[in-house]
């Protein structure tokens, strides 16, 4: 299993220490303001590899903050962006340590959490996500919206992969359809923890054509061999890159 989300301490408050992530990376640390996290992490030679892979990326790094929890329904903060400050010192007792900022690349935005990594691993070949109603905020909404997709850990044999789309109605208990007809498919993530091929952080954009309906739930799938998967799905409504 990638994080034993268990041997977290309680759910974090504001300004205390809570939840991050960059990439396939989550993080528990101090968030010291909105779209930004430091980190200073024990220096050694895999941790400097793995950051390096994404650090030298000329596309978007995908990040969050969740200062509450990660429960579904939770808020959530997610954001394109980059690495800042990199760089590594020893002191006198030669003990190592990595120090990295990363922050936004001016998109930044705010929902709710579609899917959760907390409780069971997802098994099995498909499943659903809980519903998330915005009937106490206005119901349906303008101007689209995005979503964000974390992998955190496959297990599994025969070639594993992991699909997700998000999908929403007009009623709870309806039939649930692409938000954006091909473009509310997440890209397949494949591979497992230790050898990852896929994608594992991704982004959906929802244009301001986009009508979000009321209801917005997650539909999952696997092939291969999958005994379970850990990921999380953010999603905001209302965002508009030309505005």
């Not at 790094?61 to 954001?79: C, D, P, Q, S, T």
């Amino acid at each position: 299993m990638a994080y034993d989300l268990n041997r977290f301490a309680a759910d974090a408050a504001h300004g205390q220490y809570g939840h991050a992530g960059i990439d396939r990376f989550l993080l528990t640390s101090q968030l010291k303001s909105v779209g930004n996290i430091k980190m200073e992490l024990v220096h050694s030679p895999t941790l400097d590899y793995q950051l390096q892979s994404i650090k030298r990326r000329s596309s978007s790094v995908f990040g969050w903050i969740a200062k509450r929890g990660l429960n579904a329904g939770y808020h959530i903060e997610m954001f394109p962006g980059s690495f800042g400050k990199d760089g590594s010192k020893f002191d006198e007792k030669s003990v190592g340590t990595e120090n990295v900022e990363f922050g936004t690349r001016g998109a930044f935005h705010m929902g709710r959490i579609l899917l959760s990594p907390k409780g069971t691993l997802l098994s099995g070949a498909s499943g659903l996500g809980p519903v998330d109603a915005n009937t106490a905020f206005g119901g349906a909404t303008t101007f689209g919206g995005a979503a964000y997709l974390f992998v955190w850990d496959i297990q599994g044999s025969a070639s594993p992969t992991f699909t997700a789309k998000v999908q929403h109605c007009t009623t709870s208990g309806g039939t649930y359809t692409d938000i954006v007809t091909g473009a509310s498919t997440f890209a397949t993530c494949s591979g497992t923890l230790t050898a990852p091929v896929g994608p594992w952080a991704q982004q959906l954009y929802f244009p301001s054509s986009a009508t979000i309906n009321e209801f917005v739930q997650v539909s999952w799938s696997t092939t291969g061999t999958v005994t379970g998967v850990q990921a999380m799905i953010g999603f905001g409504r209302s965002f508009d890159r030309s505005v």
